[in-house]
C-alpha cells in the first residue's frame, strides 16, 4: 500500500535497535502485537526469498487511528473517510506494520502468504506474494521515516535473514521495485542507505 502525505511530522530521537527473533514454526515475531487478519493463505512452497518494504497512511497522508489494523482486519467503515469508501472492499494485508513509534503489530505469520505484492514480477517471477515477507511502514511518499521505525526495521530484518537464508541484501526490495508504474512505496524519503547499513553485523 501507498499514501500520499499531507501533514508533517517529527523523527523520534534515535533510539537502540529493539530485540527481536522469529520463531521459525509458528513465523511469529517476539516483539511484535499480534492479530491475525483473515487475508491470508498458504504458500506454494516453502521457499520464502524475498523481503517488501511498503508504506502505509489511513487516510493518506494521517497516523495514528487504529485504520490500518482495520484495513488489514477487514472491518474498515467505508462511512469513516471518503477515502475508505474506495478501498474498504479490498482483502490486503501484510505480515508486519511498524507504526510510527517503533511499535510492530503482526498480521499474518510469515510462514503464511499475505495479500500485500499484488501484481508484481522480481526477477523474471511473478506473483510475488508466494515467496515474500511484506512489511509495513506507517508513512507517507514524501514524509521521512522516525528513527524508531528504522531501529524495529533493522531488528525484524535481522530476525528474517537468520531464518530464511535465501532473503539476501539484494532481495530485500521496495514495492515499487516490483511493480513499477504501479507503486511508489516506500519512496524516495526511505533512506535505504541508512537501512542497508543498519544490517551489516
Known amino acids: 500500500m501507498s499514501g500520499r502525505a499531507k501533514q508533517s511530522s517529527k523523527a523520534t530521537l534515535p533510539l537502540q535497535q529493539p530485540q527481536s527473533w522469529l520463531d521459525t514454526a509458528t513465523g511469529l515475531w517476539s516483539n511484535a502485537r499480534q492479530l491475525a487478519s483473515p487475508h491470508f493463505d498458504a504458500r506454494p512452497s516453502d521457499e520464502?526469498?524475498?523481503?517488501?518494504i511498503h508504506n502505509i497512511?489511513?487516510?493518506?497522508g494521517a497516523f495514528g487511528g487504529g485504520f490500518i489494523?482495520?484495513?488489514?482486519?477487514?472491518?474498515l467503515d467505508a462511512k469513516a473517510h471518503p477515502y475508505f469508501a474506495g478501498i474498504a472492499h479490498l482483502k490486503v494485508s501484510a505480515h508486519a506494520c511498524i507504526?510510527?513509534?517503533g511499535r510492530v503489530t503482526q498480521y499474518v505469520p510469515t510462514t503464511q502468504?499475505?495479500?500485500h505484492a499484488g501484481e508484481s514480477l522480481f526477477e523474471g517471477r511473478t506473483r510475488c506474494n508466494d515467496f515474500s515477507i511484506g512489511i509495513e511502514l506507517e508513512g507517507a511518499d514524501d514524509q521521512p521515516f522516525t528513527d524508531a521505525q528504522y531501529a524495529t526495521l533493522t531488528a525484524l530484518t535481522k530476525a528474517i535473514l537468520k531464518v530464511y537464508l535465501k532473503i539476501t541484501p539484494k532481495r530485500i526490495v521496495g514495492h515499487s521495485n516490483i511493480a513499477p508504474g504501479r507503486k511508489t512505496d516506500p519512496g524516495e524519503h526511505f533512506d535505504w542507505l541508512r537501512f542497508r547499513a543498519s544490517l551489516v553485523p
Open 69 to 75: 489494523d482495520d484495513l488489514f482486519l477487514g472491518r
Open 48 to 52: 520464502v526469498s524475498l523481503l517488501v
Open 99 to 101: 507504526f510510527r513509534d
Open 57 to 60: 497512511s489511513l487516510p493518506p
Open 113 to 115: 502468504r499475505a495479500w
